[in-house]
């Protein structure tokens, strides 16, 4: 069947599947942030232990020394063991440097697919109620003046009133029979 397609219908289905490219992408980039600030938190208390180690094991200053080691090792011993606390704690500034970095660029982007998702959204329910016109229309002969755009605006023709009277009818007739 070779039927030619609306091509609102068209614009419907390009913009739902955009919709859901850029949901789903929002949806993984807010996973990923999570799991990066789960990341950021390990870092952070992997930094604050090696600096509570250093702070306890290693000399604050040049002149205090360990009794019970030889005289000459115990320079050595203990700046080499500093250092190297102060390697791995600059090591790990500079991974949760380059992680926070990752986390804002991703929070950015975040921003963007949500501002986009928000705005497909909108279009999707324009196109929909548009496509609804198109249908009722069809019986009617429409304005050229409008470029075959019609929003539809749903009015409550019928009184609250009418309505539960009608229903009350209905139930006492179903009652009687």
């Known amino acids: 069947m070779n039927e030619e397609k609306n091509p609102l219908s068209i614009i419907e289905e390009a913009n739902t599947k955009t919709l859901e490219y850029f949901n789903k992408t929002y949806l993984n980039n807010l996973e990923l942030v999570q ?23 290693t000399y604050q200053g040049e002149d205090r020394r360990n009794v019970f080691s030889p005289l000459s090792d115990v320079r050595d011993t203990s700046v080499s063991r500093g250092h ?3 390697e791995q704690i600059k090591a790990l500034e500079e991974a949760k440097d380059s992680l926070e970095n990752r986390i804002k660029q991703l929070e950015d982007d975040i921003t963007f697919y949500k501002a986009q998702v928000d705005m497909l959204s909108k279009a999707s329910k324009c196109i929909h109620t548009v496509l609804i016109g198109k249908k009722e229309s069809k019986n009617t002969v429409s ?6 755009i019609e929003f539809l605006e749903t009015v409550d023709t019928e009184d609250k009133s009418v309505h539960n009277y009608a229903m009350l009818r209905l139930e006492d007739y179903e009652r009687s029979r």
């Not at 799991?35 to 094991?57: A, M, N, S, V, W």
């Not at 304005?143 to 075959?148: K, M, P, Q, T």
Request: glycine share 4%.
């Open 35 to 57: 799991k990066l600030k789960t990341e950021l938190f390990e870092l952070e208390i992997q930094i604050e232990t090696l600096q509570k180690t250093r702070d306890l094991y």
């Open 84 to 86: 190297q606390l102060a």
């Open 143 to 148: 304005d050229e003046s409008d470029n075959g």
